[in-house]
């Protein structure tokens, strides 16, 4: 008879796999294995609702909401361009767009900061009559690696957060050492060397691209105010796992109430919430529940000790395996629910092994995030990417994606691992 910690890890790796093959309907597949979880009595309805986090949910959905207005004002775009007009070369252009959308995804959603500069780079590549395709893959990229520096950059950066007590603050410096935004840019930055390398050949003259006008100023400052109450609940000594989804759904009903009362012009009625992104909200509450069965029966104990045991509990070489099995797994899988398992795993090691928990947690989150650029399915913001290049009949092969994708993570994920282990090891 088969045991139902087996099956509960089955049920897990199933729901991954079919992940892999089905990406569009993943929320079905993982509610699917939640409801697996309920008929073979593997988890209990109040041990589900105590396996989520409703603090990363809260702020999940408040900047997301925050996020979007601030697309809909046109400032992103606003700025795109000015860098754009301020380049010389084409490639230049393109590397700075790249950067700036690395920079926006700190702050939005990494479909949506690719949808924000997109139009940039295809209005580009259609005056010199050259394949977007290099130009589109630089801003997928480039977006998907700073999602991680910021607390409410990507939803991994959110259940980091959650597991180990960090405050928006913490993504900067913990007891005086600095974190995952110092890794994370020193990343991007010898990154960019590599697209340089890429869009070097691209030096005709930039020219004028269209003209942007900002609708309204106000989503940024509530964007502006929201980072501030984020960062200022730490000052004043409240408890971040508590008052920052506050804080964050806060903003998102002040983000709804404005657009519905002033902005949303033809829009129909809730139509801001109605385009909110349910499905990944729904996608996070199924990712909890699962990885929660997953630490009640305490598989998540005996995955780090058959970790601990590989690695003969040395702590480089502990660290070096959880990075490059991120990266690696990451190319083929949705990074949320590998590192909503994977983050248990590391503190667990961490505590065996003796040391804090941020060493190894970091370098889950690192490789996780930045392993999604290698393939065109790694991550939401490629295949996003990848769709809008098709529907303009450009055709995107798995080679054109790679030999871009994989140095670009080869070296970001060396520099920003290697930032973190001098500093926390």
Known sequence: MVSKDLLGLAIFILSFIFISFYHNKKTIILWAGVLLLFIF?????????????????????????????????????????????????VGLAILAVS?????????????????????????????????????????????????AATLIGDPPSMILAGF????????????????????????????????????????????????????????????????????????????????????????????ITWYEIFHKGRDKRFGLLLRFDWETLFFLFAIFILVGMLSERGIIDKIAYLISAITKSNKFLTFLVLVWVSVFLSAFIDNVPYVTAMLPVGIILSKNLGFEPFLLCFGIVIGASIGGNITPFGAAANVVAVGMLKKRNHKVTFFDFVKLGLPFTIVSTLVATFFIWFFWK
Not at 49 to 76: C, R
Not at 101 to 115: D, K, L, P, R, W
Not at 117 to 122: D, E, G, K, T, Y
Not at 137 to 146: D, F, M, P, R
């Open 164 to 255: 180990l007590n960090m405050n928006f603050n913490s993504f900067f410096f913990i007891n005086g050492k600095p974190t995952l935004f110092f890794a994370i840019e020193l990343g991007a930055i010898a990154s960019l060397f590599i697209l340089f390398l890429a869009f070097r050949k691209f030096t005709q003259k930039t020219g004028k691209v269209e003209k942007q006008e900002v609708k309204t100023w106000i989503p940024t400052i509530f964007l502006v105010l929201m980072t501030l109450g984020l960062i200022s609940i730490s000052v004043f000594g409240l408890d971040f796992n508590k008052f920052g989804g506050i804080v964050s759904v806060f903003f998102g009903f002040l983000a």
């Open 41 to 89: 009595r593997l988890i209990t309805f109040k041990s589900a609702v105590n396996a989520i986090n409703w603090n990363v949910i809260g702020i999940f959905w408040g900047t997301a909401i925050v996020a979007e207005i601030f697309i809909i004002s046109n400032v992103p775009a606003l700025i795109a361009n000015k860098l754009v007009s301020k380049t010389k070369t």
């Open 99 to 147: 950067a700036f959308s690395g920079f926006i995804s700190s702050f939005c959603e990494n479909v949506a900061t690719v949808m924000i500069v997109a139009p940039i780079a295809f209005e580009i590549s259609k005056k010199l009559k050259v394949s977007p395709i290099p130009f589109l893959i630089a801003i997928a990229i480039s977006s998907n690696l700073q999602g």
